[in-house]
Protein backbone atom coordinates (compact mmCIF):
# COMPACT_ATOMS: atom_id res chain seq x y z
CA UNK A 1 0.00 0.00 0.00
CA UNK A 2 1.31 3.74 -0.67
CA UNK A 3 2.71 5.77 1.81
CA UNK A 4 0.60 8.85 3.32
CA UNK A 5 1.66 11.57 1.69
CA UNK A 6 3.43 13.95 3.81
CA UNK A 7 2.08 17.27 2.41
CA UNK A 8 3.72 19.36 5.12
CA UNK A 9 7.40 17.75 4.87
CA UNK A 10 6.72 18.24 1.30
CA UNK A 11 5.95 22.06 1.69
CA UNK A 12 8.85 22.79 3.44
CA UNK A 13 11.29 20.81 1.12
CA UNK A 14 9.25 22.25 -1.25
CA UNK A 15 10.19 25.59 -0.10
CA UNK A 16 13.91 25.03 0.56
CA UNK A 17 14.61 23.47 -3.10
CA UNK A 18 12.90 25.96 -4.94
CA UNK A 19 14.31 28.94 -3.11
CA UNK A 20 17.75 27.00 -3.74
CA UNK A 21 16.89 27.45 -7.19
CA UNK A 22 14.75 29.91 -7.68
CA UNK A 23 15.98 31.71 -11.01
CA UNK A 24 15.93 28.90 -13.15
CA UNK A 25 12.66 27.53 -11.93
CA UNK A 26 11.02 30.82 -12.14
CA UNK A 27 11.62 31.28 -15.50
CA UNK A 28 10.84 27.82 -16.36
CA UNK A 29 7.33 28.72 -14.95
CA UNK A 30 7.29 31.79 -16.34
CA UNK A 31 7.86 29.98 -19.51
CA UNK A 32 4.92 27.41 -18.85
CA UNK A 33 2.60 30.67 -18.77
CA UNK A 34 3.28 31.39 -22.86
CA UNK A 35 0.38 29.43 -24.59
CA UNK A 36 1.57 26.48 -26.82
CA UNK A 37 5.55 26.86 -25.57
CA UNK A 38 3.77 26.57 -22.13
CA UNK A 39 2.74 22.95 -22.72
CA UNK A 40 5.77 21.60 -24.49
CA UNK A 41 7.81 22.62 -21.47
CA UNK A 42 5.99 21.55 -19.30
CA UNK A 43 7.24 18.12 -18.37
CA UNK A 44 11.04 20.30 -18.63
CA UNK A 45 10.08 22.08 -15.82
CA UNK A 46 8.82 19.16 -13.55
CA UNK A 47 11.58 17.55 -14.29
CA UNK A 48 14.05 20.40 -12.91
CA UNK A 49 11.94 20.66 -9.77
CA UNK A 50 12.40 16.68 -9.70
CA UNK A 51 16.48 17.59 -9.90
CA UNK A 52 15.92 20.36 -7.14
CA UNK A 53 14.16 18.14 -4.74
CA UNK A 54 16.96 15.08 -5.46
CA UNK A 55 20.11 17.56 -4.68
CA UNK A 56 21.31 18.09 -8.12
CA UNK A 57 21.00 21.67 -9.95
CA UNK A 58 18.54 22.14 -12.83
CA UNK A 59 20.18 23.35 -16.40
CA UNK A 60 17.85 25.53 -17.53
CA UNK A 61 19.08 24.81 -21.29
CA UNK A 62 19.42 21.58 -21.52
CA UNK A 63 16.05 20.59 -19.02
CA UNK A 64 13.54 22.88 -19.89
CA UNK A 65 13.22 21.01 -23.13
CA UNK A 66 13.33 17.94 -22.15
CA UNK A 67 10.33 16.45 -24.02
CA UNK A 68 12.41 16.90 -27.22
CA UNK A 69 14.71 14.22 -25.79
CA UNK A 70 12.48 11.39 -25.79
CA UNK A 71 8.83 10.09 -25.21
CA UNK A 72 7.39 13.12 -27.15
CA UNK A 73 3.91 11.74 -27.84
CA UNK A 74 3.59 9.78 -24.39
CA UNK A 75 4.00 13.59 -22.23
CA UNK A 76 1.88 14.86 -24.79
CA UNK A 77 -0.60 12.27 -24.26
CA UNK A 78 -0.10 12.72 -20.12
CA UNK A 79 -0.14 16.61 -19.99
CA UNK A 80 -3.86 16.02 -22.49
CA UNK A 81 -5.28 13.66 -19.80
CA UNK A 82 -3.69 15.74 -16.97
CA UNK A 83 -5.45 18.99 -18.38
CA UNK A 84 -8.68 17.29 -19.19
CA UNK A 85 -9.07 15.58 -15.59
CA UNK A 86 -11.00 17.18 -12.46
CA UNK A 87 -9.71 18.13 -8.92
CA UNK A 88 -10.76 14.54 -7.78
CA UNK A 89 -8.33 12.67 -10.60
CA UNK A 90 -5.60 14.97 -11.18
CA UNK A 91 -4.01 13.09 -8.26
CA UNK A 92 -4.35 10.43 -10.25
CA UNK A 93 -2.55 11.03 -13.29
CA UNK A 94 -0.14 13.85 -12.45
CA UNK A 95 2.27 11.04 -10.96
CA UNK A 96 2.48 9.92 -14.39
CA UNK A 97 4.16 12.66 -16.10
CA UNK A 98 7.20 11.83 -13.04
CA UNK A 99 6.94 8.27 -13.90
CA UNK A 100 7.94 8.74 -17.64
CA UNK A 101 10.25 11.22 -16.36
CA UNK A 102 12.04 8.48 -14.43
CA UNK A 103 12.25 5.91 -16.88
CA UNK A 104 9.51 3.87 -14.27
CA UNK A 105 7.05 3.49 -17.00
CA UNK A 106 7.07 2.89 -20.76
CA UNK A 107 4.95 4.55 -21.96
CA UNK A 108 1.91 6.91 -21.21
CA UNK A 109 -0.83 3.84 -20.55
CA UNK A 110 1.67 2.52 -18.07
CA UNK A 111 2.76 5.43 -16.63
CA UNK A 112 -1.45 6.16 -15.97
CA UNK A 113 -1.88 2.83 -14.95
CA UNK A 114 0.98 2.88 -12.08
CA UNK A 115 0.08 6.40 -11.36
CA UNK A 116 -3.52 5.28 -10.31
CA UNK A 117 -2.17 1.77 -8.65
CA UNK A 118 -0.51 3.72 -6.50
CA UNK A 119 -2.25 6.75 -5.84
CA UNK A 120 -5.84 5.51 -5.38
CA UNK A 121 -5.10 3.63 -2.25
CA UNK A 122 -4.10 7.64 -0.82
CA UNK A 123 -5.89 9.81 -3.09
CA UNK A 124 -7.54 11.73 0.05
CA UNK A 125 -4.16 12.90 1.06
CA UNK A 126 -2.71 13.49 -2.37
CA UNK A 127 -6.02 15.30 -3.26
CA UNK A 128 -4.72 17.51 0.05
CA UNK A 129 -1.02 17.88 -1.10
CA UNK A 130 -2.20 19.10 -4.17
CA UNK A 131 -4.69 21.98 -3.20
CA UNK A 132 -2.16 22.40 -0.58
CA UNK A 133 0.80 22.25 -2.75
CA UNK A 134 -0.66 24.23 -5.78
CA UNK A 135 -2.86 27.34 -4.23
CA UNK A 136 -0.10 29.48 -3.78
CA UNK A 137 -0.03 28.92 -7.64
CA UNK A 138 -2.15 32.06 -7.60
CA UNK A 139 0.81 33.81 -7.04
CA UNK A 140 3.41 32.71 -9.69
CA UNK A 141 6.65 33.55 -7.94
CA UNK A 142 5.60 30.70 -5.33
CA UNK A 143 5.08 28.58 -8.06
CA UNK A 144 8.10 26.80 -7.88
CA UNK A 145 7.66 25.73 -4.21
CA UNK A 146 4.52 24.23 -5.05
CA UNK A 147 6.67 22.47 -8.46
CA UNK A 148 9.07 21.17 -5.75
CA UNK A 149 6.61 19.95 -3.00
CA UNK A 150 4.76 18.13 -5.78
CA UNK A 151 8.24 16.78 -6.88
CA UNK A 152 8.92 15.52 -3.50
CA UNK A 153 5.75 13.67 -3.09
CA UNK A 154 5.84 11.92 -5.76
CA UNK A 155 9.76 11.00 -4.94
CA UNK A 156 8.34 9.63 -1.51
CA UNK A 157 5.41 8.05 -2.53
CA UNK A 158 7.63 6.10 -5.79
CA UNK A 159 10.67 5.61 -3.95
CA UNK A 160 12.74 7.98 -5.94
CA UNK A 161 15.17 8.20 -2.94
CA UNK A 162 15.79 11.91 -2.93
CA UNK A 163 19.61 10.96 -3.70
CA UNK A 164 20.41 10.39 -7.18
CA UNK A 165 19.62 12.65 -10.39
CA UNK A 166 16.40 11.94 -12.30
CA UNK A 167 17.35 9.06 -14.91
CA UNK A 168 17.99 10.81 -18.36
CA UNK A 169 14.50 10.28 -20.51
CA UNK A 170 14.83 6.91 -22.89
CA UNK A 171 14.33 7.39 -26.46
CA UNK A 172 11.01 6.74 -28.25
Same mark, same amino acid.
Given at each position: ??? *?? *????? +? %?? &? ?6 ? =?? *???? &? ?5 ? @? ?10 ? =? ?11 ? +? &? ?18 ? +? #? ?5 ? #? ?6 ? #???? +? ?6 ? %? ?8 ? #?? *? ?21 ? @?? %?????? =?? =? ?6 ? &? ?10
Amino acid at each position: MAA *PV *PFGEA +L %SK &GKEVAFAN =YV *PLII &GVLVMGV @PILGILCAPGVY =YMALKCVRGQKPD +L &GADLFIIFKGKLVDHIIMLI +L #TGLCCII #TLPLFWPG #TYLL +LDNKAGGW %SEAMNKAMAE #TK *PNLVGWLICLIVCFLPCICFFLA @PI %SLCAVA =YC =YDKTFGGG &GGGAPAEPAKA
